[in-house]
């Protein structure tokens, strides 16, 4: 007996399984909030070099602040003070011509800044003056978050492939809540740097494990259903974010208040069953038996199995790890494409997501359109997905978010409502691609492998969102160049999209051995061979247990 017929007899879609999704929903909200935090904990004020204490005391007591600036500060070109540079000295002249500012010596800020408040009461570049010639450190607090994430996905992988999903969901909500709290409490540059990196290090185990605990528990009819309704989960916390900032907006307690809903989860995670299919694959069929009977209980159908009869489902013969990637050709193949598609969908995806500031709207208002934005997009996805099939969406998305960037660099700056609309839509593919990439990696992994493959293939996803943040920086040597790399990148990854397997309606494989076989269940020809359906482990539904890769 195929575990796939063993799910059907007991609703592979029922109360159990939105029980699953609900309760992994409260931990999942967080992820976005931590992921794209930096919009909000990293904002730069608009800032110029402080002056208290910088004149002498012969200067005439009834100046203004607005004439000290004057005299103090070059202004730039859209008539702000300047944001790094100071006169050598106070230039009392600019009283009556300010419009002469030609052969007059600046230098650096010498007694710090003055921030404008009015928007953020404390980020980090306020609290460690992270501007001008440090401005960089502010987006390598965000590099660094997600190098943790990047080395965390595939420690985490490998752990729950071997130790099971239920325990490592644990050990990640309570490091998570550990390292965000002591992050918040940092009392310098470095320690924040340090608690950032475990703390993207640790919440990785949610973002890769919850979703494939929930998919390995739905049937094959209702699984894009399962991969769409838990994505819904990053919109939603996506969402609050935008609120959950505007409320609270000191960086210290933002952090705070956005780890917060892991303490619930920490509470309901004791309700949540363990993947019946990594029991099973793993020879620990009485444990797999038990929940099982829970969920036919709770789906109230009839639970017609034993654990003998499970023993004989799929368990596996040894001890898989990562290497088991590249050990055999279709799996080698599938694991190089599927690594290059990520690198492209993560890297797009937070390039645009990081730059909320490029269409001159406010920053709260942007984030809750790109938000907003995620909700009808994911809908659209999972009609396509369940009509078309995974691979022209993941493809066509790519591409097309790829368009809207190039659209966007021919766009005037002057024409913003016509740039925001593009990039919201740009912005909404990009959402879509990645909704459809953590679906169908779930699909094209065999059950022995697969949270090995997604740890895999979310490092490399997560060495994309690192570089990211960098990218953007460019635009200081060429206005236009970070929407080159990342458009050029999306449209490679579209194109290597093209490479993989349609996964619409096949059976989740088992083993390695099974992505090896050819994908003769698309042949209806050799469908009808009796003896060769059995070879190839037919379901009692019609269904066949093959591959999922041909290749």
């Given at each position: 007996m195929k575990f796939e017929s063993?799910?059907?007899?007991?609703?592979?879609?029922?109360?159990?399984?939105?029980?699953?999704?609900?309760?992994?929903?409260?931990?999942?909200?967080?992820?976005?909030?931590?992921?794209?935090?930096?919009i909000f904990i990293a904002a730069m004020p608009s800032h110029h070099c402080a002056i208290d204490g910088w004149f002498t005391e012969d200067v005439p007591k009834n100046l203004t602040l607005e004439q000290k600036l004057i005299v103090s500060i070059p202004k730039q070109a859209d008539g702000t003070p300047s944001s790094c540079v100071m006169y050598s000295e106070p230039q009392f002249n600019l009283l009556s011509n300010s419009s002469n500012t030609t052969d007059l010596r600046t230098q650096q800020c010498q007694k710090g800044w003055v921030f404008d408040n009015s928007t953020f009461k404390s980020t980090l570049v306020t609290e460690w003056d992270l501007v001008c010639k440090n401005k960089g450190l502010s987006k390598a607090t965000a590099t660094i978050f997600f190098i943790g994430v990047m080395f965390g996905a595939p420690v985490f992988g490998v752990l729950s492939d071997r130790f099971g999903r239920k325990p490592l969901?644990?050990?990640?909500?309570?490091?998570?809540?550990?390292?965000?709290?002591?992050?918040?409490?940092?009392?310098?540059?470095v320690m924040f740097m340090v608690t950032r990196f475990l703390t993207g290090f640790t919440i990785t185990g949610i973002s890769i494990i919850s979703i494939v605990l929930s998919v390995e528990w739905f049937d094959?009819?209702?699984?894009?259903?399962?991969?769409?309704?838990?994505?819904?989960?990053?919109?939603?916390?996506?969402?609050l974010l935008s609120g959950v900032a505007w409320l609270v907006n000191d960086w210290r307690w933002l952090i705070i208040a956005v780890t917060s809903p892991l303490l619930l989860s920490v509470i309901l995670w004791w309700w949540l069953p363990e993947s019946a299919r990594w029991l099973i694959a793993n020879g620990k069929a009485e444990e797999a038996c038990v929940c099982l009977r829970r969920c036919a209980e709770m789906n109230k159908c009839k639970a017609d199995f034993t654990p003998e009869t499970l023993a004989n489902a799929v368990t596996a013969d040894r001890k898989y790890t990562v290497v088991d990637l590249l050990r055999t050709p279709n799996i080698r193949k599938l694991a190089i494409c599927t690594g290059i598609v990520w690198f492209g969908v993560a890297f797009t995806y937070y390039g645009i997501s990081l730059n909320v500031t490029?269409?001159?709207?406010?920053?709260?208002?942007?984030?809750?359109?790109?938000?907003?934005i995620e909700m009808p997009g994911k809908i659209g996805v999972y009609y396509f997905l369940n009509k078309i099939g995974r691979r022209p969406g993941q493809v066509w998305t790519l591409?097309?978010?790829?368009?809207?960037?190039?659209?966007?660099?021919?766009?005037?700056?002057?024409?913003?409502?016509?740039?925001?609309?593009?990039?919201?839509l740009g912005k909404g593919l990009s959402e879509a691609s990645f909704t459809i990439m953590f679906l169908y990696t779930t699909e094209l992994y065999p059950t022995v492998v697969r949270q090995n493959g997604i740890g895999y293939t979310s490092f490399i996803a997560r060495m994309g969102v690192a570089i990211a943040p960098l990218i953007i920086l460019l635009e200081d040597v060429w206005k236009l160049l970070p929407d080159v790399v990342f458009c050029s990148v999306a449209i490679l990854a579209g194109l290597v999209a093209c490479l993989l397997p349609e996964t619409r309606d096949v059976c989740l494989?088992?083993?390695?051995?099974?992505?090896?076989?050819?994908?003769?269940?698309?042949?209806?020809?050799?469908?009808?061979?009796p003896d060769l359906t059995r070879s190839l482990g037919a379901q009692p539904n019609g269904g066949i247990h093959t591959g999922i890769l041909q290749q």
């Open positions: 063993i799910l059907s007899e007991i609703n592979g879609f029922g109360k159990f399984q939105i029980m699953i999704v609900l309760i992994q929903c409260v931990s999942r909200i967080t992820l976005p909030a931590h992921f794209l935090l930096n969901l644990m050990v990640s909500y309570l490091l998570t809540i550990l390292f965000s709290v002591t992050s918040a409490l940092s009392t310098s540059y094959v009819e209702h699984r894009t259903f399962a991969g769409i309704i838990v994505s819904l989960d990053w919109t939603i916390g996506n969402l490029g269409f001159g709207l406010n920053i709260y208002v942007t984030q809750f359109i790109y938000a907003f591409l097309l978010t790829g368009v809207c960037l190039i659209v966007n660099m021919f766009v005037p700056l002057g024409m913003w409502v016509f740039r925001t609309v593009v990039g919201v494989p088992e083993f390695i051995e099974d992505i090896e076989e050819k994908r003769l269940a698309q042949q209806p020809e050799l469908q009808s061979t």
